[in-house]
């Protein structure tokens, strides 16, 4: 089955195609950064023209790529949540008329279960059918959770974030330091000249479960509080914007205590149930400190890691095309194509 993904739920307008749900044909993004870096942050009325106008150019290059003909393809996918509304509906409407035009079903695909699929490309990783279960670090701008993956599409939220994603953290971070948009790449690349013991920021702890439900506390992650104690920080010593060395100092502060309160709450979770293959997806999986704590972690437990490729870190339609893929070829019935702007996972 080779399907036609398509991708528009921030700022990364992409199409791909990708047969078997795994194997990568063709992947093309046409990345908005610089559309969105003037104002600061993702203009959600930006975003949908940048998709209106670059998607269907980018739908037939990644058929082309791909090496195909549009009437090769079995069907299209498309996101459908969750993301920016406006942005959604235009991948959703532009799927859908793809699809109606060649007679083929179209599939909506959660967001967040894409980036989780985006470890099985390519056959990265072994699935958790014959391998054993996986627990996937999901970190991406919007979103940060700890997912207990035992198959195809079966999941279990683990822990979570009881205010800001560890992307979204990261890219408020870079703002109070004036290093741009996105903030993750910004600080990482301050980080490299800076000395991470200059600062001690908190390491975002959750003690109570009335912010958890029914989760255990100790594996959740807090953010605000990293926020807060660089934002007070700086009303105390401001930074001089020539003072490259201090912002630097404070890029590896910052970026020190974003991964830890990472890595800690998987810790936990090893700690107590040391039986799993440890996995990482999402933007921030590109992360290098990152990816380096989390081998320190997996060489520590004994437990295979799998990180994303970088390629497919950040936003791509073939994790979409993927898991679209997937989903049919199990002949799960196509959900009726709204939007899902809102849509969790596990
Ligand atoms: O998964 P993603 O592309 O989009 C969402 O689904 O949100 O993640 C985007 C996030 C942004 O917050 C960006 O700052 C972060 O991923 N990011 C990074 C790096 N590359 C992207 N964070 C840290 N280090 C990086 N190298
Ligand atoms: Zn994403």
Request: proline share 6%; glycine share 10%.
């Amino acid at each position: 089955m080779r399907v036609l993904g398509v991708e528009t739920s921030c700022d990364e307008t992409a199409a791909a195609v990708v047969e078997g749900g795994r194997h990568v044909r063709s992947n093309a993004v046409y990345s908005q950064i610089e559309q969105h870096a003037e104002f600061g942050g993702v203009v959600p009325e930006v975003a949908s023209r940048a998709h209106l106008e670059q998607l269907p150019g980018l739908m037939d290059r990644a058929v082309r790529d791909a090496g195909l003909d549009w009437p090769d393809l079995s069907a299209v996918a498309c996101t459908q949540g969750p993301g920016l509304a406006t942005s959604l509906l235009i991948g959703c409407v532009m799927a859908r008329a793809a699809a109606a035009s060649l007679a083929l079903p179209c599939v909506g695909v959660n967001h967040l279960e894409a980036h989780i699929h985006s470890l099985f490309l390519d056959g990265r990783t072994a699935s958790p059918e014959t391998d054993g279960p996986l627990l996937v670090l999901l970190v991406s701008g919007g979103h940060t959770a700890l997912i207990e993956v035992t198959g195809l599409r079966t999941y279990r939220q683990i822990g979570r974030t009881v205010d800001d994603a560890a992307g979204e953290a990261l890219d408020k971070g870079a703002k109070l330091l004036g290093l741009g948009y996105p903030g993750g790449p910004a600080i990482e690349r301050a980080a490299e000249n800076g000395r991470a013991d200059a600062v001690d920021f908190p390491r975002g702890r959750v003690k109570s479960a009335s912010l958890t439900g029914s989760l255990e506390p100790g594996y959740c992650f807090s953010f605000s509080g990293i926020k807060t104690a660089l934002l007070y920080h700086l009303r105390e010593q401001p930074l001089d914007p020539d003072d490259h060395q201090r912002r630097a100092d404070l890029a590896a502060c910052y970026q020190a205590a974003v991964v830890d309160s990472l890595t800690e709450k998987m810790k936990r979770v090893l700690t107590d149930q040391p039986d799993y293959r440890l996995a990482c997806a999402g933007g921030v999986s590109r992360n290098t400190l990152l990816r380096n704590k989390l081998k320190a972690l997996s060489n520590r437990f004994g437990l295979p890691l799998s990180l994303a490729d970088p390629v497919y870190g950040t936003d791509n339609a073939a994790m979409i095309a993927g898991l679209g893929g997937l989903m049919l070829e199990r002949g799960e019935p196509a959900a009726p194509l709204g939007i899902q702007p809102s849509w969790p996972v596990g």
